[in-house]
Nanobody, 117 residues
Framework: QVQLVESGGGLVQAGGSLRLSCVAS????????MGWYRQAPGKRRDLVAA???????NYADSVKGRFTLSRDNAKNTVYLQMNSLKPEDTAVYYC???????????WGQGTQVTVSS
C-alpha cells in the first residue's frame, strides 16, 4: 500500500475551478492505477477519474470535458483539474491508489469541495 495526502479543496462558485493534488509516500510510476473518487452526503463513493501506469485515463460521464487528471511521477503527485464546476460536484474527494491487481486499496483522508450556486 501507499500513503496518500490530498489538498486543494475549498469553496468555489459555480463555473469556477479548483485543482486537487494528491501526494504519495512513494514513487507512483509503478503503481497500477491512481484515481479520484467522490462522495456526497447520503450517496455512495463513486469514481471520478483514474489513470493507469501506462497513462490510460477514464472519466465519469458527469465530468468528461470539465475535469482533467494528470500525473507527475517526479513529484509522486496526481492532480485533478476541475473546471466549470457545478453545485452537483459538491462532495468529499478522495485520492486512491491500486497497488495490486484488484480494487483500489489505498485511500487519502479526503478533501471537501463545495460549489455554491
Amino acid at each position: 500500500q501507499v500513503q496518500l495526502v490530498e489538498s486543494g479543496g475549498g469553496l468555489v462558485q459555480a463555473g469556477g475551478s479548483l485543482r486537487l493534488s494528491c501526494v504519495a509516500s512513494r514513487s507512483i510510476s509503478d503503481i497500477n492505477a491512481m484515481g479520484w473518487y467522490r462522495q456526497a452526503p447520503g450517496k455512495r463513493r463513486d469514481l471520478v477519474a483514474a489513470i493507469t501506469s501506462r497513462g490510460s485515463r477514464n472519466y465519469a460521464d458527469s465530468v468528461k470535458g470539465r475535469f482533467t487528471l494528470s500525473r507527475d511521477n517526479a513529484k509522486n503527485t496526481v492532480y485533478l483539474q476541475m473546471n466549470s464546476l457545478k453545485p452537483e460536484d459538491t462532495a468529499v474527494y478522495y485520492c486512491a491508489a491500486r497497488t495490486g491487481m484488484g480494487s483500489f486499496d489505498s485511500w487519502g483522508q479526503g478533501t471537501q469541495v463545495t460549489v455554491s450556486s
